[in-house]
């Protein structure tokens, strides 16, 4: 009982300041941000933006939306298109996590990767205090806590795709957070996959939700595959290598893979590049594959494969953008500040 006091105390001394916040992009009529702090963990306040439709008081499926950045930098202001989910009648979170990184580089089998594992372990316990604020407030919030969704690109697609696959398996870093019996409804994962410590093929105690995968088979820095780093007992399993299981096992997932594709696609995965010049737009995927999975419950098993699309390749390993095409990355709205 303390502990949902201090959420909801936490949602009331914030809510005074929610309307002196203002939204770095334009947002389509009619979506409101409110931004709230959902905890403090010692030099670190954490606040979420919430975005939904001003004056409604309906429940609505609701999205959590993690940045890319690869654990050491990045903010939760990143998603500049979120409010065509709103308009499509999402309620959305984006959240802050701790950063714990001081750098990334690309994962081989001789990295330690156990500073890794102890970020992506701080990032999942942040987002799971980021859903039980959500949960505890939900009717002040018009959230349907039966239809959370987490989604993320890059870090924030690890960190969702984590807290998902731990949750199923009654890890006590999510028992003690969350309440007994939630799950997620659904994963939108750009550029994400399990990063776990033991080599063993991921499994799950309890079945996973609804996964949405979206990864280039050229990614340099998340592997789209299977990823073994004997050095320090850690393995990656991209979405090639989760899509292997979630076949046999019968589990419910949309994957689309595009040939050639690097990790700029991270971000393509979340929202498009109409603000950067592109004129690609992978959200209608998303949308169909929510609207199928989180409001009509269904499941099923789909798999896309691309080979072209419109946005340079640029990996992370690459000094310059292929044919002089500016360097872009999942967090390139950055705030300057």
């Known amino acids: 009982m303390a502990k949902r006091i201090v959420f ?17 992009f334009d947002l389509p009529e ?24 001003d004056g409604c008081h309906k429940t ?9 950045g690869g654990w050491y930098t990045g903010h939760r202001r990143t998603f500049p298109e979120l409010g065509r989910y709103v308009k499509r009648g999402y309620n959305v979170a984006c959240i802050d996590y701790r950063l714990s990184l001081g750098f990334f580089d690309p994962v081989t089998p001789d990295t330690d990767c156990y500073p890794i594992a102890r970020a992506i372990t701080r990032a999942v316990e942040d987002t799971y205090d980021a859903t039980r ?15 959370i969704v987490l989604g993320g690109c890059s870090a924030g697609a690890i960190n969702s795709v984590m807290a998902e696959y731990l949750l199923c398996n009654e890890d006590p ?15 939108l994962s750009g550029a ?37 780093c004997p050095a320090s007992n850690f393995a990656c399993f991209g979405p090639e290598a989760m899509v292997e299981i979630f076949k046999e096992k019968g589990y419910p997932y949309e994957c689309f ?63 310059e953008p292929e044919g002089g095409a500016k360097m872009l990355s999942p967090y390139y709205l950055l705030p300057q500040s």
């Open 192 to 228: 994400g996959g399990i990063w776990k410590l033991g080599m063993a093929a991921p499994e799950w105690k309890n079945p996973p939700c609804p996964h949405f995968m979206m990864h280039g088979t050229a990614d340099d820095v998340v592997p789209p595959g299977r990823q073994l």
């Open 133 to 147: 604020f959500l949960i505890d407030n939900s009717a002040a919030l018009g959230i349907d806590s039966s239809a």
């Open 173 to 187: 870093l999510a028992t003690s957070r969350l309440p007994q019996g939630f799950n997620y409804a659904a994963v």
């Open 257 to 319: 893979l595009v040939s050639g594709g690097d990790h700029l696609l991270a971000a393509l995965s979340i929202f498009n590049l109409g603000q950067a010049g592109y004129t690609v737009d992978y959200m209608e995927h998303i949308f169909n594959f929510l609207d199928r999975t989180v409001v009509r419950s269904e499941r099923y098993q789909l798999d896309y494969f691309e080979k072209d699309y419109d946005v340079p390749r640029c990996n992370a390993s690459v000094a």
């Open 8 to 24: 909801v105390a936490a949602f009331l001394a914030t809510a005074f300041a929610a309307a002196g916040q203002q939204c770095p």
């Open 60 to 68: 609505r499926p609701t999205i959590i939306l993690s940045f890319g």
């Open 30 to 53: 009619g979506v409101v941000m409110e931004t709230y702090t959902y905890a403090v963990k010692g030099q670190d306040t954490l606040a979420l933006d919430y975005f939904r439709m």
